[in-house]
């Protein structure tokens, strides 16, 4: 047990999340998404939200401030401008989490699959939320 790192970041996560570099990319994804289809190593965590994954990897997961956009969503239903209420909910924990207003990126769902074959890895949740998959970007710590 480590103090002030949260337990739902285990050894293998924090690793894979530390040996990440600037510019690396991490799927963050519900139970229906094929995580293993991707070929990237996965993590998966069980039970948990999307959200609440989240939470636990931004808490030492900077996100990238050198690019306009440094997390995407899963399009809905064929739509750009359409959101759930899971991803209206994600980007206020990651701009709140950065200290900045951020704005997403949509990726078609179909192209999803074909960008998380590229990621360092995925994490996936067993989430029942449609359409929990995102992508962070990671960026550097400046202090």
């Known amino acids: 047990m480590l103090k002030g790192i949260d337990p739902l970041l285990s050894g293998d996560l924090l690793k894979i999340l530390d040996d990440m570099g600037h510019g690396d990319q991490l799927a963050l994804v519900d139970r229906n998404y094929a995580a293993a289809a991707s070929g990237r190593p ?3 965590l069980g039970e948990v939200t999307v959200l609440r994954a989240a939470e636990a ?5 900077p996100l990238d401030s050198f690019l306009p956009i ?6 809905v239903e064929d739509d750009p401008a359409k959101t759930t209420p899971v991803q209206e909910e994600m980007l206020r924990l990651a701009s709140a989490s950065e200290g900045r207003d951020l704005q997403y990126g949509v ?15 995925v994490v996936h949740t067993l989430d029942t939320v449609p359409y929990g998959c995102f ?9």
């Open 42 to 44: 996965v993590v998966r």
């Open 57 to 61: 990897i931004l808490s030492v997961f």
């Open 70 to 75: 440094s997390i995407e969503r899963m399009e």
């Open 107 to 121: 990726i078609p769902r179909l192209d999803f699959y074909q960008r998380a074959r590229s990621v360092f890895a």
């Open 135 to 143: 992508i962070l970007h990671k960026g550097v710590v400046f202090d």
